[in-house]
C-alpha cells in the first residue's frame, strides 16, 4: 500500500540484535520457568510469577516485530485494517524495491521469526504434563503464528507489487509485441 523509507541500508549494528532477542525473550522466560528446580506450579521459588511475566511480555513481542523491528530490518508493516460492515482488509506497506534489504538483516528476522514459533510448539509438548501453562503457550503460539503469516503475506505483496511494477516498465520500454508478451509472463510469475 504504502512505501516505507528506512534511512540506512544495514541496521544489523542497532536493530538486529533487539530482534532477536525481543522475539525469543519470552520463550527463554518460559523455558525457564517450566524448568526452574523444584518447580511444581508456574510460579519461581522468589515469588514471580511467570505466567504474568510472559503474559506481559509476550504482547510487546508482538506488538514490537510487528511495527518496528520488521519495518526496520525488511522493510516489511502489516495490520489488519476493521471496514464500518465489519469486514477485515489486510493492510501492507513494503520499501521501495529499488532500496534494496541488507541480506543479514533480512536472514537474522526472518530466522527469528520462525524460529520463535518453533520453540513455542516444543515448549507446547512439555506442557502437556502441566496443563497451567497451556493457555499462556497458546496465546504465545497465536501471536507469533499471527506475524509470521503477516509478514509472508506482506512479502508476498510486495514481490507482486514489484514484479507488476518491473513487468509495466519493461511492457513500455519495449513496444515490440515479444517484449509485452515476456513482461505479462514475467509479472504471472511473481503473483
Known amino acids: 500500500m504504502a512505501s516505507i ?13 533487539f530482534a532477536i532477542s525481543e522475539t525469543l525473550e519470552p520463550d527463554v522466560e518460559a523455558a525457564q520457568g517450566t524448568k526452574a528446580k523444584g518447580n511444581t506450579t508456574p510460579t519461581s521459588s522468589s515469588g514471580a510469577s511467570f505466567p504474568l511475566i510472559i503474559s506481559i511480555i509476550s504482547p510487546f513481542d508482538f506488538w514490537t516485530v510487528k511495527n518496528v523491528t520488521g519495518r526496520l530490518l525488511v522493510g516489511l508493516r502489516w495490520w489488519n485494517d476493521i471496514q464500518p460492515d465489519g469486514t477485515n482488509v489486510w493492510m501492507f506497506e513494503s520499501r521501495d524495491p529499488s532500496r534494496p534489504v541488507n541480506q ?11 524460529l520463535s514459533v518453533v520453540i513455542w510448539i516444543l515448549l507446547a509438548f512439555f506442557v502437556l504434563i502441566q496443563p497451567s ?59
Open 133 to 191: 501453562w497451556l493457555l499462556i503457550v497458546a496465546v504465545a503460539i497465536t501471536l507469533n503464528l499471527a506475524n509470521v503469516i503477516g509478514y509472508t503475506q506482506c512479502d508476498k505483496d510486495a514481490k507482486r507489487k514489484w514484479a507488476t511494477g518491473f513487468a509495466a516498465r519493461a511492457a513500455t520500454s519495449n513496444p515490440s509485441l515479444a517484449g509485452r508478451l515476456f513482461s505479462a509472463g514475467l509479472g504471472r510469475f511473481f503473483t
Open 104 to 114: 543479514t538483516d533480512s536472514r537474522i528476522f526472518w530466522t527469528s521469526l520462525y
Open 5 to 17: 523509507e528506512t534511512p540506512n541500508s544495514s541496521l544489523l549494528s542497532g536493530a538486529a540484535p
